[in-house]
């Protein structure tokens, strides 16, 4: 087994698209292909995951309690972001569809995307084609909008979507 060097951020989507299927039997080469990232990425991601014990040693079943430690704890530490200029996008953070009705702000966050209809502050990405991935799984883009509330959000709104992702990671 490699050495582990430490997460990258396509870990994270990676690990949420896995708790995005359920209990769907997945290969690397599907979330390769749904995420828009090579395979042998896929592959060193699981590794590290692995490795991190974020997935389980068969690299099939995320450790969910873990994740979610991770993500209320650590994320703003390892994958810190500050709001970028304005731009046309996908809403995230605590401007996605679902968590408009926790918040009310005038502050509206984005991942900068050409076909994006809404306009906001940009928020990067865990990786370059993400927007793209999420507009096929909706349960995938509330994750990564919630982890991006950790992210970029006050202590008010990350307890609510550490809650909210409590909900999904641990039912």
Request: proline share 5%.
């Amino acid at each position: 087994m490699r050495k582990h060097n430490g997460m990258r951020p396509q870990d994270i989507p990676i690990l949420l698209k896995i708790v995005s299927l359920g209990k769907t039997l997945w290969q690397a080469k599907d979330l390769a292909q749904t995420l828009f990232i090579s395979s042998s990425e896929v592959s060193e991601s699981l590794n590290r995951s692995s490795i991190a014990g974020l997935i389980d040693y068969n690299k099939k079943r995320v450790n969910r309690q873990s994740l979610l430690e991770f993500l209320e704890h650590g994320i703003h530490y390892v994958f810190p972001q500050q709001p970028g200029s304005m731009t046309n996008g996908i809403p995230t953070a605590h401007s996605h569809p679902y968590l408009r009705q926790f918040f009310d702000s005038d502050v509206f966050y984005v991942w900068s995307d050409l076909h994006g209809k809404e306009r906001g502050l940009s928020i990067e990405p865990f990786y370059p084609k993400q927007a793209s991935a999420v507009k096929n799984d909706e349960t995938l883009y509330k994750l990564l909008a919630l982890v991006d509330v950790i992210r970029v959000g006050r202590q008010r709104e990350i307890n609510l979507a550490v809650k909210e992702l409590s909900k999904i990671l641990l039912s």
